[in-house]
């Protein structure tokens, strides 16, 4: 399943934290992290590792997973203690050792998308939740995309990967489709002047049936044969350990009936 050749990733890098700190940008990332952290607010566990392409965006602040780090594909000045710098498709992690992953673009900006998700499902917890984040091709920001197919930089070099190949790409891993969201309608325009002239455009295509949104998120988890998973969310109740008598103690019971 071949992509379209991106520029190096190292020399995306840059370029990404540039956008990413342009209004357009700053508004599509806000959008993001707020319909992320609904998300992510109702997934528990110990470990979460969120695969980024922006060592400072960090989407699980409202995470309840105890230990949270970012995995970065460069080493870079002023990186958080919680990062570990690897390939995407290739992290120094054990098998079935995090229980929740994040993609944040990560299948956006790499030249082998579908091994990064492997790679995220391999280190993936039975019953553990992967959320992936990426630019959405059935958009505004797609038929952009679309239009200047000959357009190098970043964002509009990324691979725009669609639902449905996505949902094929889980199906192969055995993860199950549990959510699928979109946001942010506005047109990829750089003046904000201009998004919020054409705000109506973006009224419209909230209401279309389907996702439409520039970007999509979505939620899955790691399912195996004969294993039912906790539900996660709102409502999951406090599991109540009942009390066991000491095998000394069952003894002794034992022996005192015998006598009697």
Known sequence: MSFHKQPPLESLLPQLKTWFDSELGAELLQAEMEMVERVISTLFGVHLAQFSVDSRIQLFKESPVSHCFSVIPKIELGIPENT???????????????????????????????????????????????IIVGFNPLSYWGAYKWLWRKKEGAPWCGHFISHKRLSDWLKLLELTELKHLSGYYRLPLENSKWRRRFSYFGGGARRWPGHNGAFSVLLARKDIAGMTPIRSGWGLRRLITLPVAEPSTRGSLRKSRESS
Not at 84 to 101: G, R
Not at 107 to 113: E, G, I, K, V, Y
């Open 84 to 130: 570990i710098v690897a390939d995407n498709a290739a992290i120094p992690l054990a098998h079935e050792s995090v229980d929740v992953v994040v993609l944040h673009h990560a299948l956006d900006f790499t030249h082998s998308p579908h091994q990064v998700l492997r790679e995220a499902s391999r280190i993936l917890r039975p019953g553990g939740h992967v």
